[in-house]
Each structure stands twice: as C-alpha cells, then as structure tokens.
C-alpha cells in the first residue's frame, strides 16, 4: 500500500517563527489533506489539496502531485498552533485514506 | 447539521467484554471510516465503507467488526475486548470519490482493563 512519511517527527519553536512541515508519499494520489489535532484531540481540516497552492491566513499547502510531495507553511507561529500535523492522502486504485505519523509542534511563548 | 458524532466519548471495558461505538453523520455521505490513534501515535484505518452493505478492511481490521445498513450509520463493533484495544477511535465521513475532503467525529476514548 502507499507510504506516508511526515517530517520533521518534532518541531518546537519560539512564537512569531515560520515552519515548513513536509508530507512525503510512494503513490500517485488523488486526494491529499493537512489536518491539525490540537491539544484537546480535536481533528481540524486545513486544506484539502491534492494538487496546487491554498492560502489560509497564516497558513498555505502546497502539493507537486508529480514529485510525491506536499508541504505545510505556517507564518508567525502562536502558541495555539501548538498541535500535531497531519497529512493523509487517497489513491484511486482503492478508496482507503492513510494518515502519516504526524509532526508535532510545539510553539513557545 | 451535526456533521459526524459518536457515542460514547468515553468507556472503559473489561478484557473480554465486547461492545459497539457508534457513529452517525447527517451529510449524506456515501463514505465512511473508522480510525484507531494509540497515545502519541498517528491514525491507522480499521474497516471503511463506500456505501450502503459494502464494507472493506483498512490497516488494522482483526479484532473488529463492521456493519453499513443505512448511509448515515457505520457502527464498529469489538469483540472479546484486548487491553491492545486500548485506543481513540475517530469516525470520518467524506463525499462520493476521492475529490473529497474528510470530516472527523470527536472521538471515544476507549480503555481495556
């Protein structure tokens, strides 16, 4: 089955600084999502981007469907972006949804 | 429209015991999905389900059951509970196809004791 591999696996950082959060997959995908768990569980869509760039405040994606590869910006960190990141893609050989492992942020005030 | 819920949030069990989370969303979605995150772990997908009376295993079905009579429901049902079942099970739903995007339910928090 198709690989999702998520890095950094930990990132801490001072708040005001800007990340890159990198989702790696094996497989030609058709669906591709950034979620956030914030602290309290709690699973929140991003973006959904398979392909492309998307801009939301702070945050954009953008995905080179053709090299396997995503990535996550985020700008000016606040401490309520604290959370693990999520990456999870689709392939249209079957209709499964697999989650990378995640990278943890970790924002300090 | 409450999107995706489930019940309960929370239980404990005792090994052996079986029980069923449910889960139920109100979008008309043809997809479901059940998910298991252990403590400081990613999600791995059980069963899913791309409609009515179809159902598939994902990553880490033994030990589960699944069942879709309806298109807002898709019950996971534990049999003989392990302490290896000890877990938040996430419930997602999603649109016809792969142009999607996924909407998850708050989770239960299952212990097995």
């Known amino acids: 089955g198709i690989q999702v591999e998520q890095s950094p696996p930990d990132l801490i950082l001072q708040e005001g600084a800007n990340s890159t959060l990198r989702c790696n997959f094996s497989?030609?995908?058709?669906?591709l999502q950034w979620f956030h768990q914030n602290p309290w569980g709690q699973l929140i869509n991003l973006f959904y981007?398979?392909?492309g760039t998307k801009q939301n405040g702070r945050l954009s994606a953008t995905t080179v469907a053709t090299e396997r590869y995503s990535l996550l910006y985020i700008s000016s960190s606040q401490t309520t972006d604290s959370g693990v990141y999520f990456c999870?893609?689709?392939?249209?050989?079957?209709?499964?949804?697999?989650f990378g492992k995640g990278t943890r942020l970790h924002i300090l005030p | 429209n409450a999107g995706v819920t489930q019940t309960p949030k929370f239980r404990i069990l005792k090994i052996g015991q079986s029980m069923t989370l449910q889960c139920t969303q109100d979008m008309n979605h043809n997809y479901m999905y059940w998910y298991r995150q252990d403590p400081g772990m990613g999600l791995k997908l059980i069963y899913y389900s791309v409609g009515a009376g179809i159902t598939d295993k994902g990553e880490v079905p033994n030990g589960y059951n699944v069942s879709r009579s309806t298109t807002e429901d898709f019950p996971l049902r534990l049999e003989l509970a392990a302490p290896s079942q000890t877990s938040v099970y996430f419930c997602?739903?999603?649109?016809?196809?792969?142009?999607?995007?996924?909407?998850f339910g708050p989770g239960t928090r299952l212990t097995v004791t």
């Open positions: 999870a893609v689709g392939v249209n050989r079957d209709d499964k949804i697999i």
């Open positions: 981007i398979p392909s």
């Open positions: 497989d030609s995908v058709n669906n």
């Open positions: 997602a739903s999603k649109g016809a196809g792969l142009l999607y995007e996924q909407y």
